[in-house]
């Protein structure tokens, strides 16, 4: 099937039609013409796969990892940076024109990430039985099947390094991997993280059971090689996660070396956090983004700030340093025990810190009475009765960091109907060479 590219996803496809039908197709620029095969076809819309493209994109490159397409974690490497930044400028203001109503709204260029490659300070990488052995890389897009790689340029060095230490460690069979419809097998994942400013690492190997006494005594020797072979590991955890599902962590912790334990540097500030913390895979636009946030409190006269889902204070050292108060709200209770620690640690002693739902504070802002409330929920943005709790706190600014357009959209459209105008959006590539992006909207009351 012939197909013109026309506009891109909030997934990376390329959308064009076939016969009218809207057809999302994988691996295709807009602008191009391909051939393409359907591999979905469905009342509404179709899905198809590029097989060549007829015409190319001038903003087409040739993909820095062997494994783009069939690993799940990229979607738009086979685009120049420049082409990355503008379609993700066009994803902000297309969802905020969509599912906003925003028509006229101005969206600014996406800030460029310090680093394009090599730039993320986590990773998690499945181990699956797949056949007779385990198999250790990164899931294919939408599914559970694991793509053995060899390396990602995504990540840190310091990762990659460390992910190739697992993967010979997994080519002796030492342990079981963990097979998703038996649930046998002890290995889950792997998590890395490194501090891009400290030159720290962290391990953490995620098991699907708790280890017999023949496993413990393997996992602690692998726990000790490793601290021996890197120098900069600060820590190795053991995580049990006995539940079935996505979801990496299970409920329980513990050190096989070392402490659960990473600092990073973010300009003049230092975090401690945990393997299984929040914290921006892209540190050095992390500090961009954070830096402009605080900017946004100046000619507020400093006041009585707001956050909310504060994590472990990382966003909220940068406000304390301009704002007279910080109130920080945060729902995990391990986060909030770093925030308060990152906080001691940088002498910042203006900050309040609360740990709850957002939604189950609203009660408290109103004597509160912030003159700025700060906000970065997760995909799922905001809960209604936090919005409807910032219409009826009024604050004069609020500043929501966002890193799902749509949710942002949609929060925004209420906010607007209800007394605020958005002055500025700001997108941020936190996350180069994939589909998604960071957005960082600015609202004020009407008078
Ligand atoms: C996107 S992270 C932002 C963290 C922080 N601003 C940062 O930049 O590191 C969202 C945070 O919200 C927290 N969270 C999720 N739902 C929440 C809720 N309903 N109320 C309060 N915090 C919540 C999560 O635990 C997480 O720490």
Known sequence: ??????????????????????????????????????????????????????????????????????????????ASYDCQLSLKAELAADALRRIGGFRSLQIKPCVPSPKSIGYRNK?????????KRGT??????GSHRVVPITSCPAVENLIQRMFSHFRSLMSEDLLSAYDERSRLGLLRHLVVRAGSFTGETLVALVVAKEPDADERAKLKAIAEAT???????????????RNEGNFIWGGKSRTLVGKDE???????????????????????????????????????????VLELYSGVGS?????????????????????????????????LRNVRTLCGRAEDTVHLWRDWAPQTVVLDPPRSGCHPKVVAGLISA?????????????????????????????????????????AHVECVAVFLRNS
């Not at 072979?229 to 820590?235: D, E, M, N, T, V």
């Not at 605020?420 to 700001?426: G, H, L, P």
Request: with cysteine; proline share 4%; charged share 20%.
């Open 227 to 241: 601290a021996h072979a890197f120098p900069s590991l600060r820590g190795f955890v053991l995580n049990v996660n």
């Open 315 to 347: 966003l909220t050292a940068f406000l304390a340093k301009e704002a007279e108060e910080v109130t920080a709200v945060e729902e995990d209770a391990e986060a909030v025990r770093h925030m308060r620690g990152n906080m001691a640690r940088n002498g």
């Open 1 to 78: 099937m012939r197909i013109k590219v026309e506009k891109m996803n909030s997934r990376g496809q390329g959308i064009g039609r076939i016969d009218g039908l809207v057809t999302f197709v994988d691996g295709a620029l807009p602008g191009e013409e391909v051939e393409a095969e359907v591999a979905v076809r469905k009342r509404d819309y179709a899905v198809a796969k590029v097989v060549s493209v007829l015409s190319p994109s001038s903003e087409r490159r040739n993909p820095a990892c062997s494994h783009f397409g069939y690993c799940g974690g990229c979607q738009l490497q086979h």
């Open 123 to 131: 990773a998690s990488f499945p181990i699956r039985r797949q056949g």
């Open 136 to 141: 250790i890389g990164l899931f294919r897009e």
């Open 262 to 304: 990473l600092t990073e540097h973010l300009g003049d500030f230092s975090f401690i956090f945990s393997a299984a913390s929040f914290f921006q895979v892209n540190s050095y636009q992390a500090l961009n983004l954070y830096r402009f946030v605080a900017s946004e409190l100046e000619g507020t006269g400093g006041g009585k």
């Open 394 to 434: 009024r604050p004069r600014k609020i500043i929501y960091v966002s890193c799902n357009a749509a949710t942002l959209a949609r929060d925004a459209a209420v906010l607007c109907e209800q007394g605020y105008a958005v002055t500025c959006v700001q997108p941020f590539d936190m996350f180069p060479q994939t």
